[in-house]
């Protein structure tokens, strides 16, 4: 019913940028929170960054100062700007919604959908 599709991934040198995107699609009556999390290679996925549908936006201690989430609302897109970019930084980076979708006249249920992912590679 809701498909969430990232771009922006590739190969970044050290200290380099690159932004991610993730539209989401489908029946969606409305979305709260976006997110963005990681998985690096034999580790647990973790948190990167979550925006509401009003804006306040979390971080991880570890891209703080660094990464910018951001969203446009009419597009049921959200953003990843990732600067400063280190080695590790590197990992495939999931996108995730909580959508409410209209399943009747007066129904409504909530999901949370995860996108495919998007490699993102930090080396010299």
């Known amino acids: 019913q809701v498909q969430l599709v990232e771009s922006g991934g590739g190969l970044v040198q050290p200290g380099g940028s690159l932004r991610l995107s993730c539209a989401a699609s489908?029946?969606?009556?409305?979305?709260?929170?976006m997110g963005w999390y990681r998985q690096a290679p034999g580790k647990q996925r973790e948190l990167v960054a979550t925006?509401?549908?009003?804006?306040?936006?979390n971080y991880a201690d570890s891209v703080k100062g660094r990464f910018t989430i951001s969203r446009d609302n009419a597009k049921n897109t959200v953003y990843l700007q990732m600067n400063s970019l280190k080695p590790e930084d590197t990992a495939v980076y999931y996108c995730?919604?909580?959508?409410?979708?209209?399943?009747?006249?007066?129904?409504?249920?909530?999901?949370?959908?995860w996108g495919q992912g998007t490699q993102v590679t930090v080396s010299s």
């Open positions: 995730n919604a909580d959508v409410r979708v209209r399943q009747g006249v007066i129904t409504f249920n909530d999901y949370n959908y």
């Open positions: 489908g029946n969606i009556f409305s979305i709260n929170t």
């Open positions: 925006i509401t549908s009003g804006g306040s936006a």
